[in-house]
């Protein structure tokens, strides 16, 4: 149901490949990549890569979680990962990561807009949300960059130790207003139409 390839320049996000294996594990065992997520592990298996590469048919299908490789669209260089889970669990709607050597690129904040977008096209989704260590600035300015608000501030145990997080969010009439206004990248004041102000 959702597209293989999605064009959101400067990157195309396609799904996975088997082949993709080993520079997944390159990237994401890079613990600058993993440490900051809830989800990649770290250290980085041998075989983990496979794995997860294997489980996304099933993801897909059954429209729990849709994952996009993050290539460069000049040169189809793979740089990253980005992952949409429709109904949020606790990791939320919106997870991504970008391997170090291309950090500062805009591809992050390209594929996550591209599948913020992409959601409220396609899916029957009022609120997205997605959640970020208080220290990680940089994925807290790609959910600005999406249009994202806080909602939320809380700590959570985080690979061993307790660490302040935030939860952020769009909800569709907010992310409606926000393409309509130019996207500016401000964060937007959370109390018109918060996902919070509604729940
Ligand atoms: C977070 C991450 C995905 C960002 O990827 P990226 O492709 O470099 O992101 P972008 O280039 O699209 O945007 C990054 C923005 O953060 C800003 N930024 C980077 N480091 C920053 C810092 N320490 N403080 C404030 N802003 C920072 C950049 O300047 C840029 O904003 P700008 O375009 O307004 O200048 C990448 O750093 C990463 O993979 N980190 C490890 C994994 C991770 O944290 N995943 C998210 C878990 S919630």
Not at 64 to 77: L, S, W
Not at 97 to 119: E, F, I, N, R, S
Not at 120 to 141: E, M, P
Request: proline residues 5%; glycine residues 10%; contains cysteine.
């Amino acid at each position: 149901m959702f597209p293989d390839r999605i064009v959101s320049s400067p990157v195309l996000l396609r799904t996975f490949l088997t082949s993709d294996a080993p520079r997944v594990r390159m990237l994401a065992g890079d613990a600058r990549v993993a440490e900051p997520t809830g989800v990649v592990p770290h250290p980085y298996g041998d075989h983990v890569a496979e794995g997860w590469i294997a489980s996304h048919e099933h993801t897909r299908t059954t429209g729990a979680e849709f994952v996009y490789a993050i290539t460069r669209h000049e040169d189809g260089v793979l740089v990253g990962a980005i992952a949409l889970r429709p109904m949020a669990n606790e990791h939320e709607n919106l997870g991504y990561w970008v391997g170090h050597p291309y950090w500062g690129h805009g591809y992050a904040t390209a594929a996550a807009q591209a599948l913020v977008a992409l959601a409220f096209s396609w899916l029957d989704c009022n609120v997205l949300t997605a959640s970020h260590l208080a220290r990680n600035a940089a994925s807290g300015r790609v959910m600005e960059k999406c249009g994202f608000s806080v909602i939320r501030r809380g700590t959570r145990p985080h690979r061993g130790a307790l660490e302040d997080y935030v939860v952020c969010g769009i909800t569709a009439e907010a992310w409606q207003q926000w393409i309509e206004h130019g996207a500016a990248g401000d964060r937007r004041d959370a109390t018109a139409s918060s996902p919070a102000s509604r729940s």
